[in-house]
């Protein structure tokens, strides 16, 4: 299995920028795709991006298109999420997720697809 531990989080104003990191611990790390979902208070867990297993293939929510950047650094086993121009309506616990056997060149879309989740981290966006 593999654990999943996220950082980064802040209170950060309006505009600003993050780099949410998610270090992961077990087996390699280019075995998973990874993914990176949201939940604010009341609200449903929502997708923001992804990235395949090769790491050749991103995708992301409409919502943060063009302000949010997933990539993964497989010699420190670990995935980032940077985001700029932060809105009021980003902040929310970011976790990061794990979907083993993931084919090659597919991303994720849905929290049932992923097996491993971090705890999360907090964005809190001041205006």
């Known amino acids: 299995q593999v654990q999943l531990v996220e950082s980064g989080g802040g209170l950060v104003q309006a505009g600003g920028s993050l780099r949410l990191s998610c270090a992961a611990s077990?087996?390699?790390?280019?075995?998973?795709?990874m993914g990176w979902f949201r939940q604010a208070p009341g609200k449903e867990r929502e997708f923001v991006a992804a990235i395949s297993r090769t790491g050749d293939t991103t995708d992301y929510a409409d919502s943060v298109k063009g302000r949010f950047a997933i990539s993964v650094n497989n010699a420190k086993n670990t995935v980032y999420l940077q985001i700029n121009s932060l809105k009021p309506e980003d902040m929310a616990v970011y976790h990061c997720?794990?979907?083993?056997?993931?084919?090659?060149?597919?991303?994720?879309?849905?929290?049932?697809?992923?097996?491993?989740w971090g705890q999360g981290t907090q964005v809190t966006v001041s205006s």
């Open positions: 077990g087996r390699t790390f280019s075995t998973y795709a």
């Open positions: 997720a794990a979907a083993p056997g993931g084919y090659i060149g597919r991303v994720y879309y849905f929290a049932r697809e992923y097996g491993y």
